[in-house]
């Protein structure tokens, strides 16, 4: 498992790019396909950035984390909400757990997690633990919708690798190592963000200097939807890359929504 520490100070001005919009469209099409929830679990909510458009959408919303930084960060976002938004739409409660055993009062309508979260279970096991602790949270019909490397995308990233990003405020260099035999890579990130206080009292800006490792491991589709069954769901389907079409050898996002 990963806990975000310092990365959780830059987590956003890195993911600014990543297809926020089209999860969110994503969920939208399934809910019209299964039932509009009106509570949502988002598993391992990060920054909050699905949570927080959820919450001012109108739903009650629960943002689960392992790491508390991620959290102290998704709270400062929601807290700069204006008031007459708040007023006028749903709820956020932000809970520090673990996606393998997390546990709410009462049963919600629905549970998403995106963004690859289960990934980074790298154990079938833990896997296995996470998708029996979502089918007791959800109420009778209630529905789990998740997104997940497939294996042919960790290949691709090891025989891309390296990457590089060289910008005035943030750099990073980002290589990886594959190990083929589990579907399992490693990412070495060295991050180098910007101060911004240091220019006010030095001529030149600081950079601080961020080692960051994760490690992933994708499973395959037929293997996650015998799990899905076995955590108890009753219908399950598979998608692929935000589309309610089935995954193809070359999906780089498999895509799941898994019935109680």
Known sequence: MRAYR???????????????????????????????????????????????????SGFEVYGLDLSADMLTVARSKWEETPAEVLRQRGSIRWLQQDMREWELAEPVDACISFCDCLNYLTE???????????????????????????????????????????????AYIWTSDYDAERSEIEHQLTIFARDERSGERLSQPLFQRIEEVHVQRAYDAGWLTAALRRAGFSRVEAFADFRLEPPTPDSERLFFAAVR
């Open 6 to 56: 310092q990365f959780a100070s830059v987590y956003d001005r890195l993911m600014e790019d990543m297809p926020y919009p089209e999860w969110l469209g994503f969920m939208r099409q399934c809910w019209d396909r299964y039932g509009v929830p009106r509570s949502v679990v988002d598993l391992g909510c990060g920054t909050g950035s699905l949570s927080i458009p959820l919450a001012r």
């Open 124 to 170: 079938p096991e833990d896997v296995e633990a996470a998708l029996r602790a979502t089918w007791r949270g959800l109420k009778d019909g209630g529905v789990f919708l998740f997104d997940v490397h497939a294996p042919a995308q960790l290949l691709r990233y090891a025989e891309e690798q390296p990457f590089t990003l060289d910008e005035r405020d943030i």
